[in-house]
């Protein structure tokens, strides 16, 4: 129920309505998600969603809200399974709860018909169907754990894969039964389970027991998503004999898998499958030895029947959870748009104000400075300074920042940097559900849920609403709510974030992105091939002018030098930048100064490396101005402004090309030399004090083609075309 | 036994299935089996909560004692639990006591209240019911009488006699 509840969250989002998740129990480390019930505070006209299944405390918590009151009914498995056990008073006390229910919700839906059945049964009226969301992208072969993959592709076939808990209802004896028929017919069959069990259980031990007699069973357990996929994706066929199913969520989740299914038609089970896959009503074990024979060998009749499971599974897409929630709940006011004259925009951004160097809240502000003559822009953002911990340091409410209107929320959760690192590293690279993706984006923050409510609730204020860096909570929960007028400048990076498939609803939903460089469109387009509309905007570089004297008089800095701007982070490459610079300075008695501007977590030491902390506006043009070249050493950048600005005023670049970005700022522009490693970055230096006069020459022919009339065109196309054709 | 699917021929597969255990001599799967569409029956709430809280009410009396393991461990947990529940029994009473009698006048004010309610519930019924009957049955049958204005009587013909002056005496 608690994927359930994420799921419908994030369905309520693309239909304009922001919520939040509580839970009686949330389990440690998911507190950034679901919030504890006792936590609870409603408004008259909040909309509260009861997701109901065995007995809860939460029923009567419920009924006294005095607020609007909704119940999505999951089902409940009948008592007669677990008779003269004590889990069979909970189950019959779920069902009086339901029944008493009925008459005091303004809202009964069911997660299927059959649910739905049920809740006419226990007295509800009017009651609404929406189904559960599954999405086939979350178990393509690319999803499937590899190891576990392997090892399951080594057993023997017929593969016979079943996934549920080992529990009475799930009727795993008449898998074994199953499988000691099929065992009859090609003895080397396998079976395979996948499921939560009690190995310590009296009835588990029995099963174990039948199953080694059978032979050539695997209970795998309790397992990740990717393991899970790699069960699914190893099968020939995906059987079910469970005796009751509210929905039965893995038949569908093997229709994604590309697995033929042969289901027990017991309660939901036959609407969930709607025709597809091969249902049976009677346990005629050796029938269905045989049949799981010719389902699993017959090329013909799997493929006719994995199209049709795949077909089915539209039913079940974000689109059709959203749409469904959307007619399931009750109808919501929405103001009437106002015609107006002038433009106005709002920009949404995790930080902003002239505080931040670089990157891209330096970006956005950049844009809404250069934006203000042309329309009203109102900036959304939070009180931190900080983007570590988003604490809030600055004062919440409205200010202004020159032309802009500034509008700061603070944020309701602050991050634990370390504890979001170990997170990241226990995710990166692993497949994961829509819930472990949520948890990250979330733990990622920053959580400033009264910012996305505001924007919700004054949306028709705005023509378009303007989201910088894909990366962010406000971004990934914003654009959906937004969509209709929604513009997202991604900053892409190729990062391992961005294999989540949660970042689908920032980079498929709004009406156009806007790139920093073709090489940011090409990625994006790899990864999410049904991308919104691209445009290639970029930046424009407002340089001041340079005085290099001035600079070596206030630093004391002599002879050549190499200089870095930015944040002394690892991230960005600056630790690896210090080591290939000390080993220019080993072997190369006259080896430039590196010279470091900028503030961060990285302490700069070694010879003939100067850190200036961070520097004002002026101090760092002068800098650019004198320097032999600037050093670009991160990989993930989607426009290096820093290249941008060294090229503007004649500096060439010695530019980390392992990334895309600044390897093709360098190529296009003539202006710089690429280094990889160690023998390049030397080589390079090299390169630059030999073609220095030639490589300057090419870089300010390059920054003259930046220009700030182009990007703002650029923008107002996309926001004009946004308010003429409002979807 | 039927199977159903849309994208491959059922019968055709089953056919093919029937054939294979025919030549293996073994029996076919019968042919009226069929799917149980049924949803299972509700609970009705306050039938449930009086009788499960009556169960109940007495906190003094332990469970069924009962364990999931098998064997010589399962043994060994519930000769240990009969143990306690022996040696502990006073103590536990005592130790109750109280909330047995609390547990008492809840569900003695629960079961009061929850009869009232149904039995309120069964009058908004009756009501609601006599209401729908009034105001969608065919009108009542009506006698064809003229009707009668519950107007000021008419004045009378003839002309009243004026009141006789007293006389003087």
């Known amino acids: 129920m608690g994927a359930a509840a994420v799921g419908f969250q994030r369905a309520l989002r693309h239909v304009g309505i922001t919520g939040e ?9 998911f507190d950034a998600i679901v919030h504890h019930a006792s936590k609870l505070r409603v408004d008259r006209d909040d909309l509260v969603l009861y997701h109901h299944g065995i007995a809860s405390s939460l029923v009567a918590k419920l009924l006294h809200l005095p607020c609007r009151r909704g119940l999505v009914f999951h089902n409940i498995t009948p008592a007669r399974f677990y008779a003269g056990t004590r889990l069979a008073e909970p189950l019959v006390t779920g069902r009086a709860q339901l029944t008493a229910m009925a008459g005091h919700l303004d809202v009964s839906i069911g997660v299927s018909r059959y649910n739905a059945r049920e809740l006419e049964a226990a007295g509800h ?3 609404k169907v929406v189904p559960l969301l599954v999405e086939p992208e979350r178990f393509t072969v690319a999803q499937a754990d590899g190891s576990m993959l392997t090892r399951l592709k080594k057993l023997d076939t017929p593969r016979i894969v079943s996934v549920s808990r080992v529990v009475p209802h799930k009727r795993v004896e008449d898998l074994l039964s199953l499988h000691q028929e099929l065992r009859r017919i090609t003895p080397r069959a ?5 499921g939560g069990y009690d190995a310590g259980q009296a009835a588990f031990k029995a099963l174990a027991r039948r199953a080694k007699q059978v032979g050539n069973v695997t209970f795998l357990g309790r397992v990740t998503h990717g393991q899970l996929v790699a069960a699914y994706r190893s099968a020939d066929c995906f059987v079910s004999m469970s005796e009751h199913e509210g929905v039965g969520v893995p038949l569908l ?5 590309e697995v033929p299914v042969i289901a027990f038609g017991a309660a939901a089970v036959p609407e969930t499958m709607g025709g597809r896959g091969l249902v049976f009503d009677e346990k005629h074990f050796a ?11 017959d090329a013909a009749v799997r493929a006719g029947l994995v199209e049709g499971q795949t077909e089915r599974l ?7 959870v959203a749409s469904a929630l959307e007619k399931a709940l009750p109808p919501r006011r929405r103001p009437t748009p106002k015609k107006r004259d002038t433009r106005r925009v709002a920009f949404v951004v995790q930080r902003f104000g002239e505080f931040i160097v670089g990157g891209a809240e330096a970006h956005a502000r950049q844009v809404a400075l250069k934006l203000a003559p042309h329309a009203d822009v109102e900036v ?30 603070p944020a309701s959760r602050f991050r634990n940097i370390r504890g979001f690192n170990r997170l990241s590293d226990s995710m990166f690279g692993k497949p994961h559900d829509l819930v472990g993706e949520t948890r990250w984006v979330a733990d990622q923050g920053p959580t400033v849920p009264a910012l996305l409510e505001r924007l919700v609730a004054e949306r028709e204020r705005f023509d378009a609403v303007a989201f910088f860096t894909y990366l962010y909570q406000p971004t990934v929960y914003g654009v959906p709510l937004l969509a209709d007028r929604a513009l997202v400048v991604p900053t892409t990076h190729d990062e391992p974030p961005l294999a989540f498939h949660l970042f689908a609803d920032a980079f498929e939903k709004p009406r156009a992105l806007l790139c920093n460089t073709p090489e940011e469109e090409t990625l994006i387009r790899e990864r999410f091939p049904n991308a919104a509309p691209s445009t290639i905007v970029g930046v424009g570089i407002d340089a001041l002018h340079p005085d290099e004297r001035r600079f070596r008089q206030q630093t004391g800095i002599h002879g050549p030098y190499l200089l870095y701007v930015g944040r002394m982070e690892a991230g960005k490459g600056v630790a690896e930048l210090l080591a290939f610079h000390q080993q220019l300075v080993k072997k190369f008695h006259d080896a430039p100064t590196l010279v470091l501007a900028g503030s961060g977590e990285l302490q700069a030491r070694g010879s003939r490396v100067v850190a200036l902390g961070r520097v004002d506006e002026q101090t760092k043009w002068d800098a650019l101005g004198g320097a032999l070249a600037v050093v670009v050493p991160s990989r993930y950048e989607s426009l290096s402004l820093l290249t941008l600005e060294a090229f503007a005023v004649g500096t060439p670049v010695i530019g980390n090309t392992i990334g895309a970005v600044v390897r093709g700022q360098l190529e296009r522009s003539s202006a710089g030399v690429g280094y990889d490693d160690e023998r390049s970055f030397i080589a390079a230096v090299k390169e630059v004090g030999e073609r220095r006069k030639d490589l300057s020459r090419h870089a300010r022919r390059y920054a003259a083609k930046h220009q700030w009339q182009t990007v703002i065109d650029a923008w107002l196309t996309a926001i004009d075309g946004i308010k003429e054709t409002k979807r | 036994m039927k199977l159903f699917g849309k994208d491959v021929t059922a019968k055709k597969l089953l056919d093919v299935v029937k054939e294979r255990l025919s030549a293996r001599g073994l029996l076919p799967p019968s042919e009226d089996a069929g799917l149980d569409r049924d949803v299972e029956a509700p609970v009705e709430a306050f039938a449930f909560a009086v009788e499960s809280m009556s169960e109940h009410v007495d906190t003094t009396r332990g469970l069924p004692i009962e364990t999931h393991r098998d064997g010589l461990q399962g043994r060994a947990v519930v000769l240990a639990k009969q143990t306690f529940r022996k040696v502990g029994q006073l103590f536990i009473n005592e130790a109750l006591a109280r909330q047995v009698v609390f547990n008492g006048h809840v569900l003695d004010g629960y079961s009061q209240l929850s009869a009232e309610v149904m039995r309120l519930r069964s009058r908004v019924a009756e009501l609601e019911a006599e209401l729908e009957r009034a105001t969608t049955s065919p009108k009542a049958p009506v006698l064809e009488v003229p009707s009668v204005k519950a107007a000021k009587p008419a004045a009378p013909k003839t002309k009243a006699a004026k009141p006789r002056k007293p006389r003087a005496r």
């Open chain 1, 287 to 297: 029938a269905l030895a045989e049949l799981t024979v010719q389902v699993s060998t």
């Open chain 1, 190 to 194: 396998q079976l395979v389970i996948v």
């Open chain 1, 380 to 409: 959304f953002t939070t009180c931190a300074t900080d983007h570590l911990s988003w604490k809030n340091e600055l004062e919440p409410g409205t200010t202004r920042d020159g032309p802009l209107t500034v509008h700061r929320f």
């Open chain 1, 125 to 127: 009226r009017d009651v």
């Open chain 1, 253 to 257: 989740e093997a229709f994604a898998s």
């Open chain 1, 314 to 320: 539209k039913d079940f897409s974000l689109e059709a």
């Open chain 1, 21 to 29: 998740v509580f839970a009686g129990e949330v389990e440690p480390g």
